[in-house]
């Protein structure tokens, strides 16, 4: 077995525990992308790589929620440009900063993305608290601002976009939460979408990697549904924490 066909197996492994992890605690990204480094993909090619390959998977999380966009036809269509654009501003960003630049961000990326997994619970539950002690629906046009924001961190690297964008949001509307969470799923699908369009055209994509990696993700998303309840989903972040830590520091030492 030759060494391309090890890296693709290597890769497609990780990308089905990445869709795995996410289906049932979030933080895929932090298996995907560093399996992709470690076959010797350079760092800002493997993120945009991985960014492909884990673009069907945002699909999956719209579809799941999609009785719950009933009645939310007006806020998407502010928002969803909103992130579009911050999805194409994010790839911009990436592009312009470089090789170099971007190897040395890797570990402090990593690291928020860690953290903003470490603290999804807590950030969950105040959104939750918050949104049930908010007046009544007003003018929400000023979410797109946030929004904006969010998506260029989601169009860059984009892991912990979920939770990033969750807490965005339940800042800025009124609604229950699991309605503002169908709304993330539809803007984090955006996001990632535009940014992909966009590297399409021009960025370096390895695509026999990307496409073997989109389908294990599939599969493994398809799984982690049905584990769901059957592995408890703060043992695993917590393993996702800690190994978030690992290569943090392990990227920090490089």
Same mark, same amino acid.
């Given at each position: 077995?030759?060494?391309?066909?090890?890296?693709?197996?290597?890769?497609?492994?990780?990308?089905?525990?990445? $869709?795995?992890?996410?289906?049932?605690?979030?933080?895929?990204?932090?298996?995907?992308?560093?399996?992709?480094?470690?076959? $010797?993909?350079?760092?800002?090619?493997?993120?945009?790589?991985?960014? #492909?390959?884990?673009?069907?998977?945002?699909?999956?999380?719209? &579809?799941?929620?999609?009785?719950?966009? =009933?009645? *939310?036809?007006?806020?998407?269509? #502010?928002?969803?440009?909103?992130?579009?654009?911050? $999805?194409?501003?994010?790839?911009?960003?990436?592009?312009?900063?470089?090789? =170099?630049?971007?190897?040395? &961000?890797?570990?402090?990326?990593?690291?928020?993305?860690?953290? #903003?997994?470490?603290? *999804? %619970?807590?950030?969950?539950?105040?959104?939750? =608290?918050?949104?049930?002690?908010?007046?009544?629906?007003?003018?929400?046009?000023?979410?797109?601002?946030?929004?904006? &924001?969010?998506?260029?961190?989601? $169009?860059?690297?984009?892991?912990?976009?979920?939770?990033?964008?969750?807490?965005?949001?339940?800042?800025?509307?009124?609604?229950?939460?699991?309605?503002?969470?169908?709304?993330?799923?539809?803007?984090?699908?955006?996001?990632?979408?535009?940014?992909?369009?966009?590297? %399409?055209?021009?960025?370096?994509?390895?695509?026999?990697?990307?496409?073997?990696?989109?389908?294990?993700? &599939?599969?493994?998303?398809?799984?982690?549904?049905?584990?769901?309840?059957?592995? =408890? *989903?703060?043992?695993?972040?917590?393993?996702?924490?800690?190994?978030?830590? %690992?290569?943090? %520091?392990?990227?920090?030492?490089?």
């Amino acid at each position: 077995m030759d060494g391309d066909t090890l890296s693709l197996i290597w890769v497609a492994l990780a990308a089905l525990a990445a $869709g795995l992890v996410n289906a049932l605690a979030g933080g895929g990204t932090l298996l995907s992308f560093p399996a992709l480094v470690a076959v $010797g993909v350079p760092p800002l090619v493997a993120n945009v790589t991985n960014s #492909v390959a884990l673009c069907p998977g945002y699909l999956g999380g719209v &579809l799941t929620q999609a009785r719950d966009l =009933r009645g *939310q036809g007006r806020r998407l269509l #502010v928002l969803v440009p909103a992130g579009a654009l911050g $999805g194409v501003m994010g790839g911009l960003v990436l592009l312009a900063t470089g090789e =170099r630049l971007f190897e040395t &961000l890797v570990p402090f990326l990593i690291l928020f993305a860690t953290l #903003v997994l470490a603290v *999804q %619970v807590p950030l969950r539950q105040w959104v939750t =608290r918050r949104l049930m002690h908010k007046a009544r629906e007003g003018d929400e046009s000023w979410a797109a601002l946030p929004t904006f &924001l969010s998506a260029i961190y989601g $169009g860059y690297f984009g892991a912990g976009l979920g939770m990033v964008m969750l807490a965005a949001l339940g800042v800025t509307l009124s609604d229950t939460i699991t309605r503002i969470n169908a709304v993330k799923q539809v803007l984090s699908l955006a996001i990632n979408l535009a940014a992909v369009l966009y590297f %399409v055209v021009a960025a370096e994509i390895l695509w026999s990697m990307a496409a073997v990696m989109a389908v294990a993700a &599939l599969a493994g998303g398809m799984i982690g549904g049905y584990l769901a309840s059957r592995i =408890r *989903q703060s043992h695993l972040r917590s393993l996702m924490v800690v190994t978030g830590c %690992v290569l943090s %520091v392990y990227y920090f030492l490089r």
